[in-house]
């Protein structure tokens, strides 16, 4: 007893020692810890502008955006049009940006009433090589667009928007799909060219620019100081977006694709893209002056006036395709909302009809790849009298009751059954849309009872929880 007694007292200072360097290691460990914390979290706040050290809980808006768009002192006059459609186009809300001309145009008042961006002549390039056989060498200029228009030095920039002078933008729709990202972090945003051959050529993970594309301001600072040492390396290069693409990818970022942006390498009737646009918000459209105007018997500009009507009603909607069946016809009718309704004089699996039309011809004419498109399609019956009945936005108003489209029909001097050749007019009753949701549904629709043998009255709203799209 003794014995084991005076063990435990000779041993107690020994253990009372251990605890001791124990807790001393613990208390050092968490001190170093915390400072190594603190480190971090200044290191990672250096990465943002004073001016950027803003909570992602604050909504991004329409002034957080700024514009570069690429043009020259020649096309400028008469493409400033398209521009005019979408520049200022949200009430009480003054757009931020510049147009980049090689030269002033000749008698342009560079003041403007801002309806259009103002005018910025680009820097001299000269000095920069270009050896791409049948290129122009304004490429690197355009390129450059990006460094001198963070160089304008904004303030309270989250996302810088690029495209050409020819690039129809939709702002309110830019502004929702952009504030679903961290403008803090480095994203590099826009989509392919419609067909396979360009983009296997140029790239599946470039933006190609008259599509547009955004860059987060974090990813635009650093770009910006190291574009011009970047370009050196790529004289063989074809286009600017080609250059910005290249630049990017050495910062090792990664497009982030979003398929609203439309570069729109097609030529002709371009009905089909439009009528089965993808479920997601219209971004941007391209190349009006080498497709068809998108509304019969108007100019290219007129068409895009009209479209702009429906757009201002509800941004987020146009384009939206829904679809829904008329029983007792067997008719299946696809909605394309501000723009056209398409009725097929018989049943049609879902799937089909959401694929697009082939309404338009390639590019380029040549070889087989050239007709390959990122895209499904479908082919359209050569004989117009044997294809769907399209009916084209009328006119388009907002009330309490909610919005009231309403379409026209396209006439054709064709024969059809007794029902549809009666038929006129097709009117389409919704709600404005304001999809949150981070994955969108497709919306359904009605037919409506109408006594009317010259009407069609359509509904479109939420699909139930479990509600199927399909034909009966």
Not at 128 to 149: D, M
Not at 210 to 229: E, H, R
Not at 439 to 456: E, F, I, K, Q, W
Request: aromatic content about 12%; charged content about 20%; proline content about 5%.
């Amino acid at each position: 007893m003794k014995t084991t007694l005076h063990r435990l007292i000779k041993t107690k200072p020994t253990l009372m020692k251990f605890i001791l360097v124990s807790s001393l290691f613990c208390v050092i460990s968490l001190c170093v810890s915390v400072l190594l914390l603190a480190k971090t979290k200044v290191i990672m706040n250096s990465l943002y502008s004073p001016q950027h050290d803003v909570s992602q809980s604050d909504p991004t808006t329409v002034d957080h955006l700024v514009f570069g768009i690429a043009s020259t002192g020649t096309s400028w006059p008469w493409r400033k049009q398209y521009t005019k459609l979408w520049w200022n186009s949200i009430p009480n809300i003054t757009m931020r940006g510049c147009v980049f001309v090689d030269a002033l145009p000749h008698e342009e008042n560079v003041s403007n009433d801002g309806s259009l961006p103002p005018l910025c002549v680009s820097q001299n390039t000269s000095q920069f090589l270009y050896t791409y056989k049948h290129g122009l060498p304004s490429a690197i200029r355009v390129a450059r667009v990006v460094k001198e228009t963070v160089a304008l030095n904004h303030s309270g920039v989250r996302w810088y928007v690029f495209g050409d002078d020819d690039t129809i933008f939709f702002p309110q729709n830019l502004l929702k799909t952009l504030s679903k990202y961290d403008h803090r972090l480095w994203y590099y945003v826009g989509s392919n060219s419609e067909i396979y051959e360009g983009t296997q050529v140029f790239g599946f993970g470039m933006a190609f620019g008259g599509g547009g594309f955004a860059i987060s301001f974090s990813l635009a600072q650093v770009l910006a100081k190291v574009l011009d040492s970047c370009i050196q390396r790529y004289p063989h290069l074809y286009g600017s977006d080609s250059r910005v693409y290249s630049c990017i990818t050495e910062l090792g970022v990664g497009l982030t694709h979003e398929p609203g942006f439309h570069q729109v390498d097609l030529r002709g009737n371009i009905f089909g893209l439009l009528a089965a646009h993808p479920l997601t918000s219209l971004l941007s459209l391209h190349h009006p002056d080498h497709t068809d105007p998108i509304f019969p018997n108007m100019s290219s500009i007129t068409s895009l006036q009209h479209l702009f009507e429906a757009v201002h009603v509800d941004p987020e909607r146009i384009l939206q395709q829904t679809v829904c069946y008329e029983k007792q016809l067997s008719w299946t009718i696809s909605v394309s909302w501000g723009y056209a309704v398409e009725v097929f004089q018989h049943n049609m699996f879902l799937p089909e009809v959401l694929r697009v039309g082939r309404t338009f011809r390639q590019w380029l004419p040549g070889n087989v790849l050239r007709g390959i498109y990122n895209f499904n399609t479908r082919e359209v019956h050569p004989d117009p009298c044997k294809r769907g009945t399209i009916f084209y936005l009328d006119k388009v108003s907002s009330g309490k009751d909610g919005i009231m489209s309403s379409y026209k029909r396209d006439f054709q001097n064709c024969s059809y059954e007794a029902s549809m050749s009666k038929l006129e007019v097709i009117k389409v009753v919704t709600n404005k849309l304001n999809d949150n949701k981070q994955t969108p549904r497709r919306h359904c629709c009605d037919v409506l009872p109408s006594n009317a043998g010259n009407l069609m009255e359509i509904a479109i709203r939420e699909c139930n929880f479990e509600e199927l799209i399909y034909m009966n």
